[in-house]
């Protein structure tokens, strides 16, 4: 299965809104007839709820299918397998992404995981299958994806979701189009990013990124510090896919300012970002709020 050959037309579903050993005993299958719990699910399917989900082939499914899964800003996703039989004829598979993936594009971008893709990407039909149904899989962020082609009739799989608590989150894609948030980088060299699938305009409130005066000699906000050779800023970016580095980068700043900023930076493509990148030498933070653009606000470019 390709899990980068997606329908463009899950964007607007999308819109809308470690692999740890699994103590079982048994294989579980779907055979015909089996009393299956929870909700069913459809080919496309975005899904902020705890439970048991299910989806048995029809036989008449074309392409990859999806079910998004998506948490709290200070949750992450596991995904247990209690029930899996998919076969490896005709492209048969399941997927289990640490992140979610449209278009050939992912959420957090390669840049900004501490795993490489080919690490966050669990692939497995037939005997591996089988093995599925023994584990759980957690994502390191609040979003999770299952991609499955299964073009045999009766075949599928059941699995049960949960959200545990993430103490230091830094990748978040939000739920909502309108809030309040904080990011930090708790003193790591990391990349932080806040995705939010709407237009927006977005307001510094607070900022501590970086040490402007040590490097620039300089006071308050400043802006292009990336430009400027600053491993500390944040930047402000947007774009119609998942991935932020293939996004316009709007504008980058730096340094200290601990009242809000008078100006909103308007963020009129599909999707917006808020990315601190820190080199791990300070304790950074930004706090910004969003809501989402009017059409008159800006237009997408």
């Known amino acids: 299965m390709n899990a980068l050959a997606f329908p463009t037309v899950v964007y607007a579903l999308v819109s809308l809104v470690q692999c740890i050993p699994f103590k079982?005993?048994?294989e579980l299958t779907l055979r015909?007839?089996?009393?299956?719990?929870?909700?069913?699910?459809?080919?496309?399917?975005m899904s902020n709820d705890e439970g048991d989900f299910w989806y048995r082939s029809t036989g008449d499914e074309e392409g990859t299918c999806g079910f998004y899964i998506?948490?709290?800003?200070?949750?992450?996703?596991?995904?247990?397998?209690?029930?899996i039989d998919v076969d490896c004829k005709q492209n048969g598979a399941v997927s289990v992404i640490d992140g979610w993936e449209l278009n050939g594009e992912y959420f957090p971008g390669v840049q900004d995981h501490a795993l490489p893709l080919v690490q966050r990407v669990h692939q497995f039909c037939g005997k591996e299958a089988k093995l599925a149904s023994y584990k759980t899989f957690r994502s390191s962020q609040n979003v999770a994806l299952i991609l499955y082609q299964i073009p045999r009739k009766g075949q599928g799989f059941q699995v049960t979701v949960r959200f545990v608590r993430n103490h230091q989150p830094c990748n978040v894609l939000s739920m909502f189009d309108t809030g309040v948030y904080t990011l930090y980088n708790y003193g790591r060299r990391i990349n932080c990013t806040f995705s939010i699938i709407y237009p927006e305009a977005v307001q510094i409130l607070?900022?501590?990124?970086?040490?402007?005066?040590?490097?620039?000699?300089?006071t308050g906000l400043i802006t292009k510090c990336a430009?400027?050779?600053?491993?500390?800023?944040v930047e402000f970016r947007d774009g119609v896919g998942l991935s932020p580095m293939k996004m316009n980068a709007v504008m980058n700043v730096c340094g200290l300012h601990p009242m809000p900023e008078a100006d909103k930076i308007p963020l009129p493509c599909q999707?917006?970002?808020v990315r601190l990148v820190s080199s791990g030498e300070y304790q950074n933070s930004v706090t910004f709020s969003y809501r989402k653009l009017k059409p008159f606000e800006g237009q997408c470019l």
Do not use: M, W
């Not at 089996?34 to 699910?41: A, D, F, P, S, V």
């Not at 607070?206 to 300089?218: D, I, K, P, W, Y």
């Not at 400027?228 to 800023?233: L, Q």
């Open 271 to 273: 999707n917006s970002v």
């Open 227 to 233: 430009e400027r050779g600053s491993e500390d800023y």
């Open 70 to 83: 998506v948490g709290h800003h200070d949750e992450l996703v596991e995904v247990e397998f209690t029930a």
């Open 206 to 218: 607070s900022l501590n990124v970086g040490n402007a005066g040590r490097t620039f000699g300089e």
């Open 24 to 26: 079982g005993s048994h």
């Open 32 to 45: 015909p007839g089996r009393n299956l719990i929870g909700k069913e699910l459809d080919c496309i399917q």
